[in-house]
């Protein structure tokens, strides 16, 4: 049972990279860092410390317990930053129960329909008012660029 569940749940890029599911669900999250402009390749500027990144896995299962869909996340190491050089506070774009739990009481009341969505990149739109840059993630560095580094220009998991 455990290597069923290592096989679905890889710990590393390399694990990751022999199934063919995992690669697919790591080229899509890269397209919608490119599609939401998330970085801009850069030199690398002196002075400046990149901040490394990496990959979570995670399958996302149906009520039965079926795979639904894998699902790849490029997270930054945002461990490594330091408060007041890299960045000023943390900030997470939640909803706080409270605020779900009055939107559904005005549901109930009003006899309005509910709808469950998933925002596949919801963190890309948070603003960004530090200088940061990230290494080129494993298995996406650019060929012939490998000297770039990733400037952010939108928020990324990870980063505080």
Sequence with gaps: ??????ILEPVNYEEASKYDAWRAAMYEEI????????WDLVEFPEG???IGCKWLYKPKLNADGSIE???ARMVAKGYSQKEGIDFDYTFAPVA????????????IKHKW????????????????KEEIYLVQTKGFVKKGQEHLVCKLKTTLYGLK
């Design 48 to 50: 400046k410390t990149p």
């Design 1 to 6: 049972m455990s290597k069923i569940l290592n």
């Design 31 to 38: 397209e919608s860092i490119n599609r939401n402009h998330t």
């Design 113 to 128: 329909q509910l709808h469950q969505l998933d925002v596949k990149s919801a963190f890309f739109n948070g603003d960004l």
């Design 69 to 71: 869909k894998l699902k």
């Design 96 to 107: 706080k129960l409270n605020t779900i739990r009055v939107l559904i009481s005005l549901a």
